[in-house]
Nanobody
Framework: QVQLVESGGGLVQAGGSLRLSCAASGRTFSNYAMGWFRQAPGKEREFVAVISQSGARTSYADSVKGRFTISRDNAKLMVYLQMNSLKPEDTAVYRC????????????WGQGTQVTVSS
């Protein structure tokens, strides 16, 4: 099993930056692709980014491409989401997840961290 805990959310002005972190526990961390998802009030959960088990491959939602960067450190059991040029529409609860490569089918989820972008 993998347990995930996010941190790094907060309130930021439009155009600013935040770096989200996801701390994992469990020896099988490096067996999983890691994804970031977000959900805004009244909206469905949305895929944000995914990184492969080794970190060699990444994929992003069109809405964040060029602004967000996902990375991982398997030695530290950490996954990161660097968010630049933030927009009010990026406001959501962000959750990390562990599972197969792709945008669905994730097995393990964190509890989430709130990101609020003011205009």
């Amino acid at each position: 099993q993998v347990q995930l805990v996010e941190s790094g959310g907060g309130l930021v002005q439009a155009g600013g930056s935040l770096r989200l972190s996801c701390a994992a526990s469990g020896r099988t961390f490096s067996n999983y692709a890691m994804g970031w998802f977000r959900q805004a009030p009244g909206k469905e959960r949305e895929f944000v980014a995914v990184i492969s088990q080794s970190g060699a491959r990444t994929s992003y939602a069109d809405s964040v491409k060029g602004r967000f960067t996902i990375s991982r450190d398997n030695a530290k059991l950490m996954v990161y989401l660097q968010m630049n040029s933030l927009k009010p529409e990026d406001t959501a609860v962000y959750r990390c997840a562990a599972g197969p490569w792709g945008i669905s089918g994730y097995n393990y989820w964190g509890q989430g961290t709130q990101v609020t972008v003011s205009s």
